[in-house]
């Protein structure tokens, strides 16, 4: 089956320009994840949406960036007024945590660079 | 504060031998730990896991242990592939909290198998 999309694959944007990534999550997976990678760096937690509740907005590092998740399933990142430090790669994964697994399946990213 | 860490950034190790890559973390309320491997340009591909009631879980070639007082975990591969060239990423999360059962991710290490 499909697995997690995300698009685009790359974004060059301006400083201080807006910008949405998207995530197609696998289908009928109920929880939504992103992280984001800079350079020579881990993984890291941004957001979470688990069905209906309330999303984890703990990881995100500033009010510039904002998640929404429509219909439970395909999500969008938005960051605006975008800054040099938040070039990376920006990641998205899905889990069926209701089966008692906690595996999360990864997109490919995309990669953001601002100039 | 890095929560998982790896301290090992590169390991080289020789095709047929032993590959073992080893992840420290601090937070006691880690209780389910994962091994993800990343080809470039690639999203992070689930690889093996292993709940906080166990000490070891083997998967094929893949081994992980995990030894709870010492709070480390590390990842056998025997025998090693020049497939297996990649960075692998420790990941813990606390699904049993109750919390977003986010993943909290070491830095990698780049694994390089050599003919």
């Known amino acids: 089956g499909a697995g997690v999309s995300q698009s685009p694959s790359n974004k060059v944007t301006e400083k201080g320009k807006d910008v949405e990534l998207r995530c197609d999550p696998i289908?009928?997976?109920?929880?939504l994840y992103w992280y984001r990678q800079s350079l020579g760096q881990g993984l890291e937690f941004l957001i979470y949406f688990q069905g209906n509740s309330a999303p984890d907005k703990s990881g995100l590092p500033s009010d510039r960036f904002s998640a929404e998740r429509t219909g439970g399933s395909v999500s969008t990142l938005t960051i605006q007024r975008t800054q040099q430090e938040d070039s990376a790669v920006y990641l998205c994964a899905s889990s069926h945590i209701s089966t008692g697994v906690y595996e999360q399946y990864f997109g490919p990213g995309t990669r953001l660079t601002v100039t | 504060d890095q929560q998982v860490k790896q301290n090992s950034p590169s390991l080289s190790v020789q095709e047929g031998r032993i590959s073992i890559l080893n992840c420290d973390y601090t937070?006691?309320?880690?209780?389910?730990f994962l091994w993800y491997k990343k080809y470039p340009a690639e999203g992070p591909t689930f690889l093996i896991s292993?709940?906080?009631?166990?000490d070891k879980n083997e998967d094929g070639r893949f081994t992980v242990f995990l030894n709870k007082s010492a709070k480390h975990l590390s990842l056998h591969i025997v025998p090693s592939q020049p497939g297996d060239s990649a960075v692998y990423f420790c990941a813990a999360s606390s699904p049993n909290t109750g919390t977003a059962s986010k993943l909290t991710f070491g830095t990698g290490t780049r694994l390089q198998v050599t003919l």
């Open positions: 937070n006691s309320m880690f209780d389910y």
């Open positions: 292993i709940s906080s009631i166990k």
């Open positions: 289908s009928g997976h109920t929880a």
